[in-house]
């Protein structure tokens, strides 16, 4: 490589708060809830002179309240009739308390005797000035390509990769990617490979470039031990061997069994992706660096572009959207999940300290991840996660075709407060990148105060969003036969072969003629093959056994529930247990 001299300027820059995709503030909605006079939330008024004046007429009340809570290191706040300001530190424990509301206003300020529920989250991502293709954040720094192959290292982030920096610095060379661990590597467009020389806390950039032997296409940088892994344009593996202190650029590459085409060595040990997006853990490498591992652990879900850090993998799928592996430890190394973090990328770059993150989306916009995303989850984040609902008597779009295709209809986070029709949130199409442990189906009866009258839990552990509903998955229901009475049917997709009866989210035992039909759970729709599944009102309709075993669909009366709400929701937290908790 070619070295011309350095511009050392600094470009100066303002750094911002921006939206990476779906995310701009430090807070989410989570609905509007009933309040009374013995207040589910206890009131923020008077405590702290940013809630300055009447509350009604209080500019920025959101804003403001949300500053409050937050200083006080509380996990939620709500806003009440304009402005008023409530929270606690068990908030999130508590403001259901009176269930759900309809007062609330557009502007996000609640309504009389409705709190506007928000909850604050961990971090979020800070927009930093430029444009890269790829940044990597290591021990020596935070590095990055631009879509020329123009190199520049970010100044005041040596040994200091927590700092968001004070600017760019162009260094001379041309790189298609970049990595910045004990030592500052990267690859050209020819596939040949270099390391910076010179690197030190008086010169943060280096020297110069220096050619090492070989060709790869991608390499990994450790920061916290002298190793270095790459792939080749064949997806052929490599790990670099002979790396000392005298001798940085080590002595010769050694290959690794297996097909990568991205590869990451970390504290959580090295992880990587092949063609297909298929995720794998190199056995015997966490907290072990310096070993080379024993073999391949195929991990579930899809990444296209992974990074390792400390108790924590990053990655990005095909669609940009970003996941941390959570669960990693030294007794389970593999880890037990994806959680998805909000925003686009479509590269992100573990901090070596795991607790931050750096990251370019598809505009080349650079952001950087502020604050830490905790590996053990609250309680919270192990709730039940509602991603579909559905209402009947909607009509439009059949239940089936909602669930299987790729339509979303995302309205917020409280599935029972969304407005007039089926709802399904994005997360079922990335179904098999979540870690989902548990699914739940519930159904709910607006004659009960809209309170969930029957449950079913499935083991979701491994499986996709159609082949989790079925008999040899479920772990729990209301129906003390349904785990051991023969079904005709089980499925999502329900009845298919007859078009006139369309059954969807079907659990049926018998056919034998329309008065003959039995089973557990129907969500029907406009079916006109038997008197049991037509309707004055538009579809659909669930039913459901009232009984403690399945019912006769025709005969069975009162027997026979109609549920107003049916809603799915998954953990992806926790283990799989024969209670489902």
Same mark, same amino acid.
């Given at each position: ?228 892994? =790459? $792939? @080749?344009?064949? *997806? &052929?593996? /490599? ?8 001798? #940085?650029? %080590? !002595? +010769? ?61 990053? =990655? $990005? @799928?095909?669609? *940009? &959207?970003? /996941? ?8 389970? #190394?593999? %880890? !037990? +999940? ?244």
């Amino acid at each position: 490589m070619t070295e011309n001299n350095d511009d050392m300027s600094v470009l100066a820059e303002k750094r911002t708060s921006a939206l990476v995709g779906s995310e701009s503030r430090g807070y989410i909605s989570l609905g509007c809830w009933k309040d009374t006079g013995n207040r589910a939330i206890p009131t923020l008024e008077g405590s702290d002179p940013r809630l300055d004046g009447t509350y009604a007429a209080r500019p920025n009340a959101v804003e403001k309240c949300y500053q409050v809570a937050r200083s006080r290191g509380f996990p939620m706040f709500a806003v009440q009739h304009g402005g008023w300001c409530a929270g606690s530190a068990n908030g999130l424990s508590t403001y259901k308390k009176y269930g759900p509301s309809t007062t609330c206003a557009a502007d996000g300020k609640g309504g009389p005797w409705g709190n506007q529920v928000y909850k604050i989250t961990e971090t979020r991502w800070e927009s930093i000035a430029g444009r890269l293709k790829f940044v990597s954040v290591g021990s020596n720094g935070v590095w990055g390509v631009n879509g020329n192959d123009d190199i520049y290292y970010r100044a005041d982030t040596f040994e200091n990769a927590a700092s968001s920096g004070s600017g760019w610095v162009h260094i001379g060379g041309k790189l298609k990617q970049i990595s910045s661990g004990h030592s500052v590597w990267g690859v050209n467009a020819n596939d040949d490979i270099y390391i910076r020389q010179g690197i030190s806390s008086s010169n943060p950039t280096g020297t110069g470039w220096h050619r090492v032997g070989g060709k790869l296409k991608q390499l990994d940088v450790s920061s916290t031990a002298k190793q270095l892994w =790459g $792939v @080749n344009n064949g *997806d &052929n593996i /490599y790990r670099r061997t002979g790396i000392t202190t005298a001798e #940085p650029k %080590g !002595t +010769g590459w050694q290959p690794i069994s297996g097909r990568l085409k991205f590869v990451s060595v970390g504290p959580a040990g090295v992880w990587g992706v092949n063609r297909n997006d298929d995720i794998f853990y190199r056995t015997g490498t966490f907290g072990n660096e310096a070993s080379a591992g024993s073999g391949w652990e195929h991990i579930a879900g899809k990444l296209k572009q992974i990074s390792s850090g400390d108790n924590i993998v990053w =990655g $990005v @799928n095909a669609n *940009d &959207n970003i /996941y941390v592996r959570e669960g990693i430890s030294s007794s389970n #190394p593999a %880890g !037990t +999940g994806w959680r998805q973090i909000p925003g686009k990328l479509k590269q992100v770059e573990a901090n070596p300290s795991g607790s931050q993150a750096w990251g370019v989306n598809s505009a080349d916009s650079i952001y950087q991840r502020a604050g830490t995303v905790s590996t053990c989850l609250p309680a919270e984040h192990c709730d039940w996660q509602p991603v579909f609902r559905i209402l009947p008597g909607v009509g439009g779009e059949k239940v089936r075709d909602v669930w299987t295709a790729g339509f979303t209809r995302d309205f917020g986070s409280d599935p029972l407060l969304f407005p007039a029709a089926h709802w399904k949130s994005p997360l079922v199409d990335e179904w098999g990148t979540l870690g989902v442990q548990l699914v739940k189906v519930s159904l709910y009866s607006y004659s009960q105060g809209l309170t969930e009258v029957r449950e079913l839990i499935f083991n979701g552990k491994g499986s996709d969003k159609m082949n989790w509903f079925s008999q040899d998955r479920l772990i729990s229901s209301p129906w003390t036969d349904l785990k051991t009475e023969t079904t005709n049917l089980f499925s999502i997709p329900g009845e298919v072969v007859n078009p006139k009866a369309p059954r969807s989210f079907f659990i049926n035992r018998n056919y034998g003629g329309c008065p003959n039909d039995a089973g557990w759970l129907a969500v029907v729709e406009g079916g006109t093959v038997c008197e049991w599944e037509t309707r004055d009102q538009p579809g659909p309709h669930i039913l459901f056994s009232r009984k403690s075993t399945h019912v006769n669909w025709t005969t069975g009366g009162n027997d026979v529930g109609s549920a107003d709400v049916m809603v799915v929701s998954i953990k992806t937290c926790g283990h799989v247990t024969e209670s489902g908790e």
